[in-house]
């Protein structure tokens, strides 16, 4: 057992430090905008089974995150 005092702030999340080691570029930040707009506008305004009738639009979304080592489920 160590004798120094753990810090109680060690490894805690906050909204200052939660994904802070994710860096976009500009143009990449702007694409997958692009596709979670896309994404969200059928999902919102879809007439019947969203997830069904999105599905190639939620795939975009899903292709375009994990490019950037996104792993959505």
Do not use: H, W
């Amino acid at each position: 057992m160590s004798s120094q005092p753990m810090s109680a702030n060690a490894n805690v999340a906050t909204s200052g430090n939660l994904g802070s080691d994710l860096k976009f570029s500009g143009e990449a930040a702007a694409k997958v905008k692009d596709e979670k707009a896309a994404r969200d506008e059928c999902m919102l305004f879809s007439n019947g089974d969203a997830q069904e009738n999105c599905r190639s639009t939620i795939d975009k979304y899903r292709s375009c995150m994990a490019g950037y080592g996104f792993k959505l489920p």
